[in-house]
C-alpha cells in the first residue's frame, strides 16, 4: 500500500495534484487574509518571521508565519510515515548559507519568492512575467554551470538529531506564536500592526494548509526551480506539470474570490515595475536556487525530511532577510504620491547588493568544479 | 565489467545527471547507487524515459539500480 502510494505521488498525476492543491489553497489563505497576492511566499513569510524575532526591524513586515512552520513539519509527518526521515549533512553548508541569503536578497528586490511570483502572476500582475523571465535566466546560467561539472560534494548521513534540528526549531516558533511571546514592551516578539506583516489569516487556518501542502510536496517533490531546471537541463516536464496545474487552479480561484487582476504592471499590491531590477533580483534567486538544488519552498521540505544542509539555506534566506531589511536592500512598491504615480523598486544599495549576489554566484558556480566520479 | 555509479549523497539533479552520462557512455549493465527515494524515482524515471529497463534493490540504507537496454 504505501509502496504504491509513493508509485502514485511520483506519478505526473501526483505532482499535478500538489500543484492543484498548492493553487486551491492559496488564494484560500489570501481570502482568509493573508496579504494580497501572497497567499504563500516563502520568502515573504521568512522575512516575516525574521521580522518577528526582530532580526529585522521593519515594523510593517513582522509575523511568525505558521505556513513556514507547517511546510516544514508537514514534510516531517510525510517523511516519517513513509520512512523516509533521514539526517543527512555536510555537503557545503557554510556555501548553502552564503546562496541562501542571496536567494533571500534577489527574491526581496523583486518582493517575492517563485511561489509568489506564479501567484502574482496568477492574478494579473504583469510585473510577474518579468520576474518569471529571470528567474528562468538564472536558471538557465545555473544549468550551464551544472552541465560542466559544478556540485557541492556530497552529504553523509549523521545524527538523527542533526535531522531535527529543523523541525524542533519550528515546533519553537509556533510555540512563540501561539502564546504570544512577548518579553518586554520593546522586546521580541515584533508583530506588525500595519503592513502586509499585520495581514494573515487566523494561524490554526495557516497550519493546516501549511500542512496539507507540506505533505504533498514531501511526497511529490515539488520544486519551482527544478520545474524549470528540468525543462532546460533534459527536456523533462514531469515537474512542471505540477507548476501549471498551480497557475490554472489559482487563477481560477482568484476569479471566484473576486481576487483577479487588473491586469497591469503598475501599481501592483506589494509589488514595483521598477523592471531591470525585478528580472536581475529573481535572476539571482534562480541561480541561487539552481546552484543549492533547490527552491525556498524545497529547501524547507527536504529540511522537514532530515537534511541539515537544506536547513542551513533556510537559516541562510532568514538572515539574508535581516540583513535586507537592515540595509535597506528590499524593494519598496510603487507608489500614488499627491495624484502621480510614483514607480517604486530597489535603491543603489539594493542594485549594488543584487550584483554583488550574481558575482558571488557566478565565482561559486566557475570554482566548485571537482568532478564527482560516478 | 558492470558500470557502477554512486550517486550516494548528490543532491538533486547530480543523481540524473551521473545516470545519464552512464547511459550515453552505453556500457550495460549500470549499476546506480542512491541513499533517498527522492533519487531513486528521479533515476528510475529519467532512465526509463532514455528506453533503458530498471530493477531496484532495496539495501537497506540505500538502492541499487540496475539498468539494462
Given at each position: 500500500m504505501s509502496e504504491k502510494l509513493t508509485r502514485f505521488f511520483a506519478s505526473r498525476w501526483g505532482i499535478i495534484l500538489a500543484g492543484a492543491v498548492i493553487g486551491l489553497l492559496a488564494p484560500v489563505l489570501q481570502y482568509a487574509g493573508n496579504p494580497k497576492n501572497m497567499g504563500i511566499c516563502v520568502a515573504c513569510f521568512e522575512r516575516d518571521i525574521a521580522?518577528?524575532?526582530?532580526?529585522?526591524?521593519?515594523?510593517?513586515?513582522?509575523?511568525?508565519?505558521?505556513?513556514?512552520?507547517?511546510?516544514?513539519?508537514?514534510?516531517?509527518?510525510?517523511?516519517?510515515?513513509?520512512?523516509e526521515f533521514k539526517a543527512r549533512a555536510g555537503s557545503a553548508p557554510i556555501v548553502r548559507f552564503v546562496l541562501g541569503m542571496f536567494a533571500m536578497i534577489g527574491a526581496l528586490a523583486f518582493l517575492g519568492c517563485p511561489w509568489r511570483a506564479l501567484l502574482r502572476f496568477s492574478a494579473g500582475d504583469l510585473n510577474a512575467v518579468v520576474g518569471l523571465l529571470g528567474l528562468t535566466t538564472g536558471i538557465v546560467v545555473g544549468v550551464q554551470f551544472l552541465k560542466a561539472g559544478y556540485n557541492l560534494g556530497r552529504s553523509h548521513k549523521t545524527y538523527p538529531a542533526v535531522g531535527w534540528i529543523m523541525p524542533v526549531l519550528m515546533i519553537g516558533?509556533?510555540?512563540?506564536?501561539?502564546?504570544?511571546?512577548?518579553?518586554?514592551?520593546?522586546?521580541?516578539?515584533?508583530?506588525?500592526?500595519?503592513?502586509?506583516g499585520s495581514q494573515h489569516a487566523f494561524w490554526l487556518i495557516s497550519l493546516g494548509a501549511g500542512l496539507i501542502i507540506g505533505f504533498l510536496a514531501q511526497r511529490t517533490r515539488f520544486c519551482t526551480m527544478g520545474s524549470i531546471r528540468d525543462v532546460i537541463l533534459m527536456r523533462d516536464t514531469h515537474l512542471i506539470s505540477g507548476l501549471a496545474a498551480l497557475v490554472v487552479v489559482a487563477?481560477?480561484?482568484?476569479?471566484?474570490?473576486?481576487?483577479?487582476?487588473?491586469?497591469?504592471?503598475?501599481?501592483?499590491?506589494?509589488?514595483?515595475?521598477?523592471h531591470l531590477w525585478n528580472f536581475l533580483g529573481m535572476a539571482l534567486s534562480g541561480l541561487a536556487f539552481a546552484l543549492a538544488g533547490g527552491c525556498p519552498g524545497r529547501q524547507l521540505f527536504l529540511a522537514g525530511e532530515g537534511d541539515g544542509d537544506s536547513a542551513v539555506f533556510v537559516l541562510g534566506m532568514i538572515t539574508g532577510a535581516g540583513l535586507a531589511h537592515n540595509f535597506t536592500l528590499a524593494g519598496s512598491p510603487d507608489a500614488v504620491v499627491e495624484g502621480v504615480q510614483k514607480v517604486g523598486g530597489i535603491n543603489p544599495y539594493g542594485m549594488a547588493a543584487v550584483i554583488l549576489g550574481l558575482v558571488v554566484c557566478v565565482v561559486l558556480g566557475l570554482t566548485m568544479r571537482q568532478k564527482v566520479e560516478g | 565489467m558492470t558500470h557502477t555509479v554512486d550517486a550516494r549523497g548528490l543532491s538533486c539533479p547530480q543523481p540524473v545527471i551521473l545516470a545519464r552520462n552512464a547511459i550515453q557512455v552505453g556500457k550495460f549493465p549500470i549499476e546506480v547507487l542512491v541513499e533517498t527515494v527522492t533519487s531513486?524515482?528521479?533515476?528510475?524515471?529519467?532512465?526509463?524515459?532514455?528506453?533503458?529497463?530498471?530493477?531496484v534493490e532495496d539495501l537497506g540504507d540505500e538502492f541499487m539500480l540496475t539498468l539494462t537496454k
Open positions: 521580522g518577528a524575532l526582530g532580526l529585522h526591524r521593519a515594523a510593517v513586515v513582522q509575523y511568525v508565519r505558521p505556513e513556514i512552520v507547517a511546510f516544514v513539519l508537514g514534510s516531517t509527518i510525510a517523511a516519517l510515515l513513509f520512512r516558533l509556533l510555540l512563540l506564536l501561539v502564546f504570544n511571546v512577548k518579553v518586554s514592551d520593546t522586546g521580541a516578539l515584533f508583530f506588525s500592526e500595519s503592513g502586509p487563477v481560477v480561484m482568484n476569479l471566484i474570490l473576486g481576487q483577479f487582476g487588473p491586469i497591469a504592471f503598475f501599481g501592483q499590491p506589494v509589488a514595483h515595475s521598477q | 531513486r524515482e528521479n533515476v528510475r524515471r529519467a532512465a526509463e524515459k532514455l528506453g533503458c529497463a530498471v530493477q
